[in-house]
């Protein structure tokens, strides 16, 4: 089994930044493709970003290219999504999801282990 931890989530002004970390541990060895999903009240979770097991490929939504950038460290088993230039609209629980599977997915349903969220609030 795989434990992903979220973190670094709050409330940020129009503009602003933040950076979410997400740690892994558990059997770590399985997990290759790795990523980011957000889901805001009253809507599905929708794909933000993936990223390989060496972090060489990565992949973003539409809505948060050039905003956003997914990156890991293997030796800290930690994934990270710096979210710079922040929208109302970017309001969501965020989610780190992995995969056994190499490639990267943008279907929730693709990923095989979860963790439990964290608020991003983004309002003046």
């Known amino acids: 089994q795989v434990q992903l931890v979220e973190s670094g989530g709050g409330l940020v002004q129009p503009g602003g930044s933040l950076r979410l970390s997400c740690a892994a541990s558990?059997?770590?060895?399985?997990?290759?493709?790795m990523g980011w999903f957000r889901q805001a009240p009253g809507k599905e979770r929708d794909f933000v970003a993936a990223i390989n097991r060496s972090g060489t490929s990565t992949y973003y939504a539409d809505s948060v290219k050039g905003r956003f950038t997914i990156s890991r460290d293997n030796a800290k088993n930690t994934v990270y999504l710096q979210m710079n230039n922040l929208k109302p609209e970017d309001t969501a629980v965020y989610y780190c999801a992995a995969r056994r599977g190499m490639l990267l997915k943008t279907r929730s349903s693709e990923y095989d282990y979860w963790g439990q969220g964290t608020q991003v609030t983004v309002s003046s």
């Open positions: 558990g059997s770590i060895d399985s997990i290759n493709a």
